[in-house]
Each structure stands twice: as structure tokens, then as C-alpha cells.
């Protein structure tokens, strides 16, 4: 409950546009198979590549599947796929970073040492490199991403960890006795955990992107399951006789990403102080004006 | 300040020696045994003598140091081993598509810069105002597109429907290079945007800037003369790290437009899981983004007056 508080305070001052877009993209993701007009997977050659209509709302790919169904239904993919993604690293990350915060000195020093590595790597070309030792497949896309996310969520765990642990309450509970354990679990890791996660949700663009990306190349999810970058790689041979079954899936995702960034822009810049706010800015830029044009005056 | 460029050069290698370290152990730590890859590759139907002999004739029963050891020796001389798959040489094939994909990274990186600086400085020019707002707008959904639909796009728009750049190709010269520059410059040009916008306001609300328009200066030209270099190192750091990320980005823009490049080749070897085509590239691409921040870095050093007089003690 208080988590749920807190998230909902932290998220009060963001663009309502895409917050809307991100609980639509959350709704959809959910009620996804309840809501679809069609089967997503039926194919039906005889009704394939027909465009706008009634029958078949945003139309019908190559194999005469369902656009919109199937539209709907990898919004459920991206946000399954992201969710898994985010809980493993979160919880990776959480964990050290936290466990850095708390403990400081070499313990500190070791994991940070190895986020700094991690981080150094774009996520996308370890996760690649993963999936070329491993192997192609839905799981070990997810558990690629997680391992290549987690130092970010380390970092920012971290970081909120120090300055918790910096607070008078902690120095109290230390003074009236309080176990490790007690302050880890009962003080430390609920505090953090509240603004990891708004930092996690302004950062899952990325996330999707990358998820679409990987499917897009063939390496994540596999045919003939809906998801944005596979029906976008699956409709590209036909770019020039029906370039809505390429438009639709990536103007989909594009949204879901504005979205999260737009979310992670306001939210960087709630966090970072701005060197000065618009008005003020104004003010000093009309008195630097009224002094110059008292310059111009003295010596005309 | 030599003192600092030796400093960062050791890290360098230090981190270059770890980046080794985590290929060879990738391809180590892979499922299965590579023998019996290389044996099918000779004779279908290798019988375990066979495969016996190819694991001592590839050193797989040497210690794991001494394969290392042997590896990076190798490495060094551009000898990345044979492909488990094909059989071909995998420095050899490397070494053909390195142009390829240094042209696409300089092309998209000169398109970011000019697009970042172009967008910037049109926000900077009139802070809050419409065309600011708009360039922000523009630089939002160009950082969120990602690169493949945008490639589609592009593809659709210029070259399906409009005829001036061919849809696919290396060979042509400059008409076939400018679809995949855009395509793969766009969002780092727009990330670095934002930088070129914010960093520009936050230096004219400095002190120096009041003092400058007191003394009559124009705002524009105080942005161009003063605030520009002062951003200077900001935007170079940024540029490395989307440097960074438009060097992943080849790896879906070469297939995209068929070019014969790195990414590409490190693109079929994940695919079909060859693991020296994977470690190749990853280890060429690691020790790229090495060198690219060590550069970046010393860049820095010089353009940044600070940070020079304090390398200098």
C-alpha cells in the first residue's frame, strides 16, 4: 500500500499524454486475448493483404491474418516481455546495489567496479553476443536482456541506497539497536525500491526498443507469436505492394517508446535541478535587455 | 598532462586485457563440444579417434591459461581461427568488411552531428518558443523511432516511391550510403540535440553571459562565440557514447541495407551460433568502444581548460 503510494505521488507532475498512452499500452497488454476481434494466428489466404474495412479494421498481412488482432496481441508480448526483463534485473540490481549502499567499503567497491563494466557495454551487444553463444529462443532473449540491464538498476539502487543510509532515522535505529536485518529489510529496501521503480519505468523504452529490435533480427520472439519487430521484419518483402503491414507495427511501438521517454525526460528533469526556472530566465533576460538598451541611450 | 594520457591509456589496456578475458570465456563456457563441430566440418560421420585427434590438434586439452594464452597470441596477429560453421577464415573476412561498416559509423556520425547542432541551436536561438518547442517535439519521437522502422520508412518513402536512392547496395557510391547515414544517424543526432539545446541555456544563464550583454554583445553571438565551446566537452563525451550505440545499430542497419560489413557478419554468426564469427566481433567491437572513449577523453583533456591546467601538474 505505501508502495503503491509512493509510486502514484512520484508520478503526479508527469505529461498526463503519456501516461495515458502508457495505461492504454498497460490495459491493452492485459486484456489483450479478451478483446481481439479475430484470432491473431488464423491465417486465411483467401482474405489476405486487403486494406482498411469493416470486417478487418486496420486490415490483413500477407498470410491474411488480422492486423489489428495482432497488433493488440504484441502489445501483450512487448509488456510480458518487458515485465520479465524488468523483474530479473530489478531484482539483480536492486539486490547489489543496494547491498553496495549499505555495507559501503570493499563490498562497495567490488560490485560497483563490476556495474562499471557492465555499464561501459551497450546493453544490446551483450545481450547479442549472449544469444550467439546460447542460442535463438524466447527465454534466453529474456534472461540476455536482464543480465545485460541489471548494472543501470545496480547504479541507481545505489545511488538512493547512500543517501537513505545517509538519513538521521537509520543513524537512530543503529543507536536504539536495531539488527542488520531489520534495518536492510524493514528501512533500507523499501525506501529504495519505490524510486528504482519509477526510474525502471521511465527507462523501459529502451527496453522495448530492444525487445523489437531483437525480434526484428530473428533472434528473440519467434514467429509465428505477434510482436511489433517480427511482424514489422515479416512484412518487409511486401514494403512496396503494402507498406501499412510495415507502418502499423512500427508506428505502434514508436508510440509506446515517445512515451517512455517523454515519461523519462520530466522525470530527469524533476530530478536534476534546472540551472533556473522559464520565468526567471525571462526576468534576467528583460533586465539584461533594459540595461542594454539603457547603454544604447547614454550614448546616443 | 602527459602524466593523464598515460594514465588513461593504462586503464585502456587494463580494460582491454578484461574484455579478452570475457570472449575467450564466452566461447569457453559454450554448450557443447567444438571438436565435433570441426570434425563434421572435414568428414561427415567422424569417428571419436577423429575427433580425438582434433581436440588435441586444437589444444582443447591444454589448461585453460595456455589456451588463452595461445588465443591471444593469435588475436594479436589477426588470426581469429577458422569458422565452426563454414570453415572460412574469420580475421580474413573481418578484415575485407572493416571498411565498410567505418564508412557507414563516419557517415552517421557526421549526419547526428550536423543534425544535433542544426536542431540545437534553432531551439537556443529562441528558448520556449514555437520553433523550440517543435525541434523538441522532433527530437523526442527521433530518439524514440527506432532505427529499423525508420529505415523501412526511409526505404518506402525515397526509394520505393520516389526513385532517388537505390533500396538496397554498397557498390553505388554516395547515392546508395545516404539512406543508411540517415537511418542510422537520426537518433543519435537527436539525443545529442538535447545536449547541444540544454547545455547552450544552461551556459547563457551564467554570470559571463549577463556581463557579455552588458557590454553590448548580441545573444546570438554570445551563443556561437562563448557558449559553444563551452559545451564543447559535454557534447564530445555524449558523441562517444552515441558513437557507442550507432556501432550496435550496424548490426541491424547493414542487414537492413544489405551491406557487406561487420555488423552484418556478426549478425549471421549469432544467428547461426558461430561462436568465432561472435567472438570476433564482439571482441572487435569492445576494443573499438575502448579506444573511442580513451579518445574521447583525451579530446576532452585538450578542449576543456580545466582539466588541462590540472593534467599538467
Known amino acids: 500500500m505505501r508502495l503503491a503510494h509512493k509510486l502514484r505521488e512520484s508520478l503526479a507532475g508527469f505529461p498526463p499524454l503519456a501516461l495515458w498512452v502508457l495505461f492504454a499500452f498497460a490495459v491493452v497488454g492485459v ?19 486487403q486494406g482498411f474495412g469493416w470486417d478487418h479494421w486496420l486490415g490483413t498481412d500477407h498470410l491474411g491474418r488480422d492486423t489489428f488482432s495482432r497488433l493488440i496481441t504484441s502489445a501483450r508480448t512487448s509488456l510480458v516481455g518487458i515485465t520479465l526483463v524488468m523483474a530479473i534485473a530489478l531484482v539483480i540490481g536492486l539486490g547489489l546495489g543496494t547491498l553496495a549502499g549499505y555495507h559501503r567499503g570493499w563490498v562497495d567497491e567490488v560490485i560497483m567496479r563490476v556495474t562499471d ?16 553463444i546460447f542460442g535463438t529462443g524466447y527465454w534466453n532473449m529474456i534472461i540476455a536482456l536482464a543480465l545485460a540491464w541489471w548494472p543501470a538498476f545496480a547504479r541507481v539502487s545505489r545511488a538512493v541506497a ?114 533556473l526556472p522559464a520565468k526567471l530566465l525571462r526576468l534576467r533576460r528583460d533586465e539584461a535587455a533594459g540595461w542594454s538598451a539603457l547603454a544604447k541611450g547614454v550614448k546616443a | 598532462m602527459l602524466r593523464f594520457v598515460f594514465g588513461r591509456a593504462r586503464n585502456a589496456a587494463v580494460l582491454l586485457v578484461l574484455a579478452s578475458m570475457l570472449c575467450f570465456g564466452l566461447v569457453v563456457s559454450a554448450p557443447g563440444n567444438v571438436a565435433v563441430l570441426v570434425a563434421e566440418l572435414r568428414t561427415p560421420g567422424a569417428t571419436f579417434a577423429q575427433i580425438a585427434v582434433i581436440e588435441e590438434e586444437l589444444g582443447l586439452n591444454d589448461p585453460l591459461p595456455i589456451r588463452y594464452a595461445n588465443w591471444l597470441s593469435g588475436v594479436t596477429e589477426g588470426d581469429f581461427g577458422i569458422s565452426y560453421k563454414t570453415g ?23 549526419f547526428a552531428v550536423l543534425l544535433s547542432l542544426g536542431l540545437g541551436f534553432l531551439g537556443a536561438l529562441r528558448p ?25 520508412m526511409l526505404i518506402y518513402g525515397f526509394a520505393l516511391s520516389l526513385g532517388w536512392f537505390p533500396t538496397f547496395g554498397f557498390g553505388d557510391g554516395l547515392r546508395s550510403w545516404i539512406l543508411p547515414w540517415i537511418s542510422l544517424g537520426m537518433l543519435p543526432g537527436c539525443v545529442l540535440s538535447r545536449i547541444v539545446r540544454v547545455g547552450l541555456e544552461e551556459e547563457m544563464t551564467r554570470p559571463f553571459a549577463l556581463t557579455a550583454r552588458a557590454k553590448g554583445l ?32 550496424s548490426v541491424v542497419i547493414e542487414p537492413l541495407f544489405a551491406w557487406p560489413g561487420v555488423g552484418a557478419l556478426f549478425l549471421q554468426g549469432v544467428q547461426f551460433r558461430d561462436f568465432m564469427v561472435v567472438q570476433a566481433g564482439l571482441l572487435i567491437f569492445i576494443s573499438f568502444f575502448i579506444l573511442l572513449n580513451l579518445a574521447v577523453d583525451i579530446a576532452v583533456m585538450f578542449l576543456d581548460p580545466k582539466l588541462r591546467r590540472q593534467g599538467g601538474h
Open chain 2, 218 to 249: 548580441t545573444r546570438n553571438v554570445i551563443l556561437f562565440r562563448d557558449a559553444l565551446p563551452n559545451i564543447a566537452p559535454a557534447y564530445l563525451n555524449a558523441l562517444g557514447a552515441q558513437a557507442t550505440a550507432m556501432t550496435v545499430g
Open chain 1, 31 to 49: 486484456l489483450g486475448p479478451y478483446i481481439v476481434p479475430h484470432d491473431p494466428l488464423k491465417q486465411n489466404l483467401l482474405a489476405a493483404g
Open chain 1, 162 to 275: 547512500t543517501t537513505v543510509m545517509n538519513k538521521p532515522h537509520i543513524e537512530a535505529l543503529r543507536v536504539m539497536g536495531a539488527s542488520p536485518l531489520r534495518i536492510y529489510f524493514g528501512h533500507l529496501l523499501p525506501a529504495t525500491t519505490g524510486s528504482v521503480l519509477v526510474y525502471a519505468t521511465a527507462d523501459a523504452g529502451g527496453l522495448a526498443l530492444s525487445i523489437a529490435t531483437l525480434s526484428f533480427l530473428g533472434l528473440g520472439v519467434q514467429p509465428p507469436t505477434p510482436e511489433w519487430g517480427q511482424m514489422l521484419v515479416d512484412s518487409l518483402p511486401y514494403l512496396e505492394s503494402d507498406p501499412r503491414q510495415v507502418i502499423l507495427p512500427g508506428l505502434a511501438l514508436t508510440l509506446v517508446v515517445v512515451a517512455f521517454n517523454f515519461l523519462g525526460e520530466s522525470l530527469a528533469l524533476n530530478r536534476v535541478p534546472r540551472p
Open chain 1, 117 to 132: 563494466v557492465g555499464l561501459a557495454m551497450p546493453s544490446l551487444i551483450i545481450a547479442l553476443a549472449m544469444i550467439g
Open chain 2, 128 to 152: 520556449y518558443g514555437v520553433v523550440d518547442t517543435l525541434t523538441r517535439a522532433v527530437a523526442l519521437v527521433g530518439a524514440s523511432t527506432p532505427t529499423f522502422f525508420l529505415g523501412a
Open chain 2, 88 to 110: 572460412a577464415d574469420v580475421g580474413d573476412a573481418m578484415a575485407g568488411r572493416l571498411s565498410v561498416t567505418a564508412t557507414l559509423l563516419a557517415g552517421a556520425a557526421g
